[in-house]
């Protein structure tokens, strides 16, 4: 069983507590891990730590050596690219291939991205005349905002995690990360990665632990922090935002979605029903860009709910390295629970179950694992616990529209606003609802398609702010003035 331990200034640690919790692996249940919960003694070293950093070694770097560091973090993840893979995949339980394809790549490509992002950003200029008839020449600095609490979720552990940790140390900030409790692993190896490649202690730290009463809440409170930059639920985004209220601490909050897919007709079938079943099951439903309100055009909907109901009772749960398995379990037992309580509330509220419901059949050894069947419901009104609330799991629900206005009432009835996606043949229509839908993220005949150049967040209840290329430097820096008058 490994020890996972905090990583403060360069060192890994335990704690002054002795306060551990369990890291069960969800695919059967089996304990492999202890973790070192962070107390607020922990979290002050962690704060402390990356203030001095700041003025350190690292506050004196020029761009190029930063820019040459985080090549190096994303060489060196990539070196020891099987290391990180076994962790993630301990931790979530997801299919290698999915592990290898997307958690893993893009968790190393996230310090290239901001590498190159800040090498080539460039700022305002502006020149006037004044009135006693001389000349001001005003230009922009973009300054590191200080230390930054990272506090992330479960779903994707490395790369979500990677997306605020890339952009942060690029900018010339320190990080005190928070992982999930259920997912610690990658977020500590990653504090190895920084000390072979000579990343300077306290640029980069760990704390271990919970939300309220534990490391989540003492390092989003801490006077030290100077920006919280969070991924996760909308309730947690509500608390932290409160925090950070405190010192009029910035915040950057990826949160919660409730996302649609919009069906025409006329849409290339098969891409339609290829794309949404990957929107509604990969990663076992747990992709915060996920589909779970799908709405499709009349004359189609049988046919449509007919095809994607194949596809879903194709999805074959199994171990992480068969190339069989086309789907992991879910995160952990509680958040079983929860997907669980869902389809049952389906069953009462008077849904029609097209396929699975419950939780597959599987063999002896895998039994207590996190597993759940792919799920889709037809039949309920849009005001359901399940058409309304964000899931997190492998399910959908699909409703029959027969006007582009009904499509877009229906997708828009909802706090939250992250993302949709639109399946037609007709670019016209498609760019209509692309400005008529509610959200920060749209795709056209397609899915979790990132050029990370481009912007990331949500609207409404899904967030706010937005990270992604040039956007990041928003929040990752405070923007100066300077006037010069000659
Ligand atoms: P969560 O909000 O339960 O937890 C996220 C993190 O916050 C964890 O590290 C947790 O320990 C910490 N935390 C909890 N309470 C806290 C508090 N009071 N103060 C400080 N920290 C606290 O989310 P989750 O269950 O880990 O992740 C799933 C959620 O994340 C879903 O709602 C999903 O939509 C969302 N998500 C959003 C995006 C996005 O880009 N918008 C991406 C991935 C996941």
Not at 83 to 101: N, V
Not at 156 to 165: D, F, G, N
Not at 307 to 331: C, F, R, S, W, Y
Not at 451 to 473: A, P
């Amino acid at each position: 069983m490994k020890e996972i331990k905090n990583f403060i200034n360069g060192e890994f640690i335990t704690n002054l507590s002795g306060k551990t919790f369990e890291k069960r692996t969800p695919i059967d249940n089996s304990l492999i891990g202890k973790v070192y919960e962070a107390g607020q003694a922990e979290v002050n070293d962690a704060v402390t730590a990356a203030r001095a950093a700041l003025k350190g070694p690292w506050g004196q770097l020029s761009v190029v050596e930063r820019v040459n560091l985080l090549d190096a973090v994303a060489n060196e993840i990539n070196r020891r690219f099987d290391d990180f893979l076994e962790a993630e995949i301990a931790d979530t339980g997801k299919p290698h291939s999915l592990a290898s394809h997307v958690d893993i790549p893009r968790g190393a490509a996230n310090f290239k991205i901001f590498a190159d992002t800040i090498k080539n950003a460039s700022t305002e200029s502006f020149e006037m005349r004044t009135p006693d008839g001389r000349t001001a020449r005003s230009y922009g600095v973009r300054v590191p905002r200080g230390v930054i609490a990272v506090v992330c979720p479960w779903n994707l552990p490395l790369l979500l995690m990677t997306w605020k940790v890339g952009p942060a140390l690029a900018c010339g900030n320190t990080v005190v990360v928070k992982p999930s409790e259920e997912t610690p692993s990658t977020a500590t190896l990653l504090g190895e990665v920084m000390n072979q490649v000579g990343v300077p202690n306290g640029v980069y730290n760990v704390v271990h632990g919970f939300g309220p009463d534990s490391a989540g809440a003492f390092l989003t409170s801490h006077p030290g922090v100077n920006g919280v930059t969070f991924t996760g639920e909308t309730r947690t985004g509500t608390a932290i935002m409160k925090a950070a209220a405190d010192g009029i601490r910035p915040v950057s909050l990826e949160l919660g979605g409730k996302n649609a897919a919009v069906v025409f007709a006329d849409c290339d079938f098969e891409v339609a029903v290829q794309t949404v079943t990957r929107s509604v099951f990969e990663n076992c439903g747990q992709v915060c860009l996920g589909t779970e309100r799908v709405y499709v055009e009349r004359p189609i909907f049988d046919k449509f709910v007919a095809a994607l109901k194949q596809q879903a009772e194709a999805m074959k749960p199994g171990l992480p390295n068969d190339p069989a398995t086309k789907i992991g379990p879910l995160v952990s037992q509680e958040h079983l629970r929860k997907v669980l309580h869902y389809y049952q509330k389906a069953k009462e509220e008077g849904a029609t179950v097209v396929t699975g419901g419950g939780v597959p059949d599987m063999p002896d050894a895998l039994k207590d694992g996190a597993w759940v069947q792919p799920t889709i419901w037809t039949g309920l009104p849009e005001t359901a616990a399940v058409v309304q609330e964000e899931i997190f799991g492998p399910c959908c629900h699909i409703q029959p529209f027969d006007t582009e206005e009904e499509a877009v009432r229906m997708a828009n009835d909802t706090p939250y606003g992250l993302a949709t996606s639109i399946y037609t043949q007709d670019l016209s229509r498609a760019s209509r609802l692309a400005t008529r839908i509610e959200v920060g993220l749209c795709w056209i005949n397609s899915w979790f398609l990132r050029d990370l150049r481009t912007s990331f967040g949500g609207s409404k209840q899904s967030g706010i702010g937005r990270e992604g290329g040039l956007h990041s430097l928003e929040f990752y820096t405070d923007l100066r003035n300077v006037m010069i008058k000659f």
